[in-house]
């Protein structure tokens, strides 16, 4: 117990070092390569812990509400009515970010795991409805606080064929309206979508990557407004994913802005979960290889200049959804992990 506190107080100590030596934050080591930093927020961590809210503050210039501006929990009644929708999380979450000038990315409006039950008990018409007036309803809401929204979360199946069912089955052209919803209800955000090119435990995905290129690329040619593609990068330490560098510019030519928008490196392996619930931190030489995947994909964006923004998928492994796997680059009690030294190493240089 007193060797743990020890390292805790060391690994605190070592931060307010770097930080009295000058050390810039992470979310200033991004601006001077022009990139934002963001990270995904937990909105009841947010309210409730307090180290939490002032980490985030000091490293990150741009968040994502994790949870919060989700179909479910913004519109988790039926209906049009101004009592069908809850504002209260992502309200308080939004005005965090404000306080601390801090952009937001808005996550998202349309997602097949997101169709509650009573919507997708309704007929294809009213649930067309209940589609735009969501869009609608959720992005005037915000309207004027929301650098960019993901207005289409994984629309594109593995395979690279658009999925068919939830959302979907309103038809083809759901993609398109609620691109164009979005554009008239604030003309000041920019309009995303947002996918998985690759991750745990797929590997790279070629065949959903050209099916992404091919949706992007007809959603262009027939006018429909869409600013940029959001790549998730849900990755695992140790595995390889291909040239992130060329990946990233398959979309950039395409003409649009690419986020890295939900970054997390896995630590799996045989022992990583037993060591988490026993209280451990993984072995070095899994936190070297963590480390060594975020550098490389904060070094992959920081190269093209179309990647405007890396946004890590929680900060802190205490608060994470994947807590088995410690993804974060910050440990349970806030101390800078090896990863949080390579990011600010591959922002200083990204041909490092
Ligand atoms: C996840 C959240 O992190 C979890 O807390 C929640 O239970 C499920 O959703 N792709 C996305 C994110 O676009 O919204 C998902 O977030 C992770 C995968």
Redesign the pocket.
Known sequence: MRKAAAVAFSAAAALSAARALGAPSLKAAAAARGLFLGA?V?APALADDADYARVLGEQFDMLTP??AM?FDVLHPRPGFAAGSYDFAQADAVVAFARSRGMRVRG??LV?H?THPAWAAALSREQQREVLQNHVQTVVAHFRGKIYCW?VV??AVADDGTLRRRSWAALGPGYIADAFRWARVADPGAKLFY?D?VDGYPHGPMPAKIDGILRLVRRLKQEGVPIDGVGL?M?LAAGLHYGDLRELIRRFARLGVEVHI??LDVAVVSAGAAARHLLGQEPFSGELRLQAQMYGEVVGACAAVPACKAVVV??FTDKHT?LPLFSPTIFDARYAPKPAYEAVRRALADPSS
Do not use: L, M, S
């Open positions: 995904a937990d994790e949870n989700k996550h998202t997602w795991r993901d979360n994984e947002n998985y998730q849900h928008t939900e998928w929680g959804w």
